[in-house]
């Protein structure tokens, strides 16, 4: 997988972030997608009510530093990259400080769902 050149985040109706939260999981996980299209699908499958996506280009960091630093004391600690709604494949991307960090393969296990930071 390539870079995004963007990051496409979900927002609920009143502007929150929309966030996915594994079962038994103490945080919580940022979800964005690379493309527009794929956040489209995703709110398709998953009939989520999603109300926006906004989206913050890849080479932004002050605004993705500005992200992380508000999702964090809400105990939400990486980024899953282009969630597939079917399988729960993503690409995990860790924070680190206030910045993305490294990214692995990962699979969403099943009873995860959506909730606001």
Not at 71 to 97: I, T
Request: a negative charge.
């Amino acid at each position: 997988m390539t870079d995004p050149k963007e990051f496409h985040f979900l927002l609920d109706s009143s502007g929150a972030l929309i966030v996915f939260q594994e079962t038994g999981s103490s945080w919580a996980n940022v979800l964005a997608f690379s493309t527009e299209n794929r956040a489209r699908e995703f709110i398709r499958q998953s009939k989520l009510e999603v109300a926006e996506i906004a989206a913050i280009a890849a080479s932004d960091s002050g605004e993705m530093a500005k992200l992380i630093r508000s999702v964090k004391p809400r105990a939400v600690r990486n980024l899953l990259l282009d969630l597939d709604y079917a399988s729960g494949d993503c690409r995990s991307v860790e924070f680190e400080g206030d910045a993305l960090g490294i990214a692995r393969d990962y699979r969403l296990s099943a009873g995860a769902h959506a909730r606001k930071p």
